[in-house]
């Protein structure tokens, strides 16, 4: 078995698309990243890890990072796969894994077995969700619309308010350059739901994938939330997604959170599998 790196989206994709495609839904995550990357390299703080595990002349798993963030597993189809990762990691300061609950245990396990640097702690256990026919929730006051420059800084302040809440926040994350990309839709188009002439509710659509896109993330201010603003804006873009062509719309919850699972769940979202969020502290 044996871990071979990539020096660029295409040609990882030449070894690991078979295998990734086959679980597109599973794999979405790497998709949208892959996506990100071709639309903007630059946006990382190097180049991309791209690691493609090989077993004999079968492909068992996947790994991509895009610096700083966490190394981003796949489904892993042998159980050895995770140790010939950590092996090619050799070296490395990771800050944490995400993939798949299985894949991520076992990868975390070989990384203390290793001796690697970081103490694992588990941050977040997520659900990934499909959907391919919107059910549409209960109407409420307000519309849809496409974020403009004019609100480049509600989205930064939002954005930053959404990562702080879900512990996902990285003190080098400049949440002003994310919205300014973000608005000019570069890797991923903000809508906002406007009531009354005020925005009450965000959500983002990005993350290429062969056949579909994923929504998020998905913010509403506390004070705003219980008036159906959020599923109402979900629904709209999911629905106009699915109309552009795309065949799925994927989304991620906490699992922790089990109003966001429900109200997602109601508007035709369908789970898929669970995905763990470690940290190396």
Partial sequence: MEVLRSSSVPAFMDLA??????REAEHNLIFGILS?????????????????????DRVVGAAIRTPPWRIVLSEMDHPGAVHRLVEDLAGEALPGAVGPSE?????????VEARRPGRPRLNRHERGFQLTRV???????????????EHRELVADWLEAFHEEATLTNPRQDYGAMA???????????????DGGRPVS??????????????????????????GYASNL???????LLDSGRTYVFLFTDLANPTSNKIYQAIGYEPVNDIDEWEFE
């Fill in 17 to 22: 698309g078979e295998f990734l495609t086959a």
């Fill in 36 to 56: 990100n990357i071709e639309a903007d390299p630059n946006q990382y703080e190097g180049p991309p890890y791209l690691a493609t595990i090989v077993h004999g």
């Fill in 103 to 111: 894949a991520a245990t076992h990868f975390v396990e070989a990384w």
């Fill in 135 to 149: 059910i549409a929730p209960k109407p409420t006051t307000g519309e849809m619309v496409i974020a403009r420059p």
């Fill in 180 to 194: 300014d990309r973000w608005i000019r839709r570069q890797g991923r188009t903000v809508h906002l739901w406007v």
């Fill in 202 to 227: 965000l959500t983002g659509a990005g993350g290429l994938t062969p056949n579909g896109i994923r929504v998020g993330p998905v913010y509403t201010p506390p004070e705003d939330r219980g008036h």
């Fill in 234 to 240: 979900v629904a709209q873009v999911s629905q106009a």
